[in-house]
């Protein structure tokens, strides 16, 4: 079991409101990355993070924003939250070894209305 | 583009029975890895094999890598109902970034 927590797991919130997703990792991993996931499909890597100070924006575009102040923690914030937001975001980290096996954290399931 | 596909996209297998799925993918990869996702939760990693590895075996679950066909294959022996998940392979990309397929749907019917 990966030691990687996000909080809420569960979200339905008004459009508009600003949210914050929260993730935290206990096994001092160096890369931390922020997927979303529509039911049934495939993951898309929306933020990403090489260590604290350090964020790039994924393949997929996304109007979220992240910051990485502590290794432990990569928060993810959408400051206006809107119905085409509502999907699954997972959060995931790896050892400083790139390419390597990822740990994911059980996610947290969105719905916008 | 998606670098890895899955295949079947959804698989209904009797307990017992083994699973195969297949993994495809573009370009030259450092090794590939298997993923599984229980409904509503995140991903567990299953396995890893490496572009110089044929096959590798973890308990039940068997994977063979042909790099020359770009392709993968994960084999679920003697398959339990636990087993119902998808399974998604994944490849590395570029930077340290995994792309990862649109996953098989298996259902294990007790």
């Known amino acids: 079991e990966a030691d990687i927590y996000q909080t809420p797991r569960y979200l339905v919130i008004g459009t508009g409101k600003k949210i914050t997703l929260e993730c935290s990792q206990t096994?001092?991993?160096?890369?931390m990355y922020w997927y979303q996931q529509d039911p049934g499909m495939e993951l898309h890597l929306i933020h990403y993070?090489?260590?604290?100070?350090?964020?790039e924006k994924g393949d997929l575009s996304s109007e979220s924003t992240v910051s990485r102040i502590r290794t432990e923690h990569f928060p993810l914030t959408l400051e206006s939250a809107r119905p085409s937001h509502t999907s699954q975001y997972l959060c995931?980290?790896?050892?400083?070894?790139?390419?390597?096996?990822?740990?994911f954290g059980p996610g947290t399931r969105l719905l916008v209305l | 583009s998606q670098q890895g596909e899955e295949d079947p996209q959804a698989l209904s297998i009797q307990e017992g029975e083994n699973a195969t799925m297949n993994c495809s993918y573009k370009?030259?990869?450092?090794?590939l890895q298997w993923y599984r996702q229980n409904s509503g939760r995140g991903l567990v990693h299953l396995i890893l094999i490496r572009s110089n590895e044929r096959e590798k075996h973890s308990g039940r679950l068997r994977v063979t890598l042909d790099t020359s066909k770009k392709s993968s294959s994960l084999l679920i022996t003697a398959s339990r109902a636990a087993d119902t998940a998808s399974y998604f392979c994944a490849t590395d990309g570029s930077s340290y970034k995994l792309i990862f397929g649109s996953g098989t749907r298996l259902l294990v019917r007790p």
């Open positions: 370009t030259s990869i450092n090794n």
């Open positions: 096994m001092g991993h160096d890369k």
């Open positions: 995931a980290s790896s050892v400083n070894r790139g390419k390597e096996t990822q740990y």
């Open positions: 993070s090489y260590g604290v100070n350090s964020t």
